[in-house]
Nanobody, 120 residues
């Protein structure tokens, strides 16, 4: 079993910054990728940013140039630095990890979510 524990959400004014962290723990062979998704009220969950083991990154168009994802492989931790925040960034942010377990099976896990609220 794998646990993803997120931290760093909160309330910030527009134009401000927040940094989210997500640490993976449990039993697994390796982590294939880690990333962040978000879900605003009444909307579907959407990809925010993703980072692979080889440090390849992928961002939603809406956050390019403002958000930066990074990863500490040794600590099994992923970070999301969010700058120039906008009210439309308000959502619950979920950590996601693709984990290799026994026999090379790839399983996906989710964190419990952390609220990010950006006031105008």
């Amino acid at each position: 079993q794998v646990q993803l524990v997120e931290s760093g959400g909160g309330l910030v004014q527009a134009g401000g910054s927040l940094r989210l962290s997500c640490a993976a723990s449990g039993t697994f062979n390796s982590i294939n990728h880690m990333g962040w998704y978000r879900q605003a009220p009444g909307k579907q969950r959407e990809l925010v940013a993703l980072i692979s083991t080889g440090a390849t990154t992928n961002y939603a168009d809406s956050v390019k140039g403002r958000f930066a994802i990074s990863r500490d492989i040794a600590q099994n931790t992923v970070y999301l630095q969010m700058n120039s925040l906008k009210p439309e960034d308000t959502a619950v942010y979920y950590c996601n990890a693709g984990v290799r377990q026994r026999f090379g099976i790839l399983s996906t896990y989710w964190g419990q979510g952390t609220q990010v609220t950006v006031s105008a």
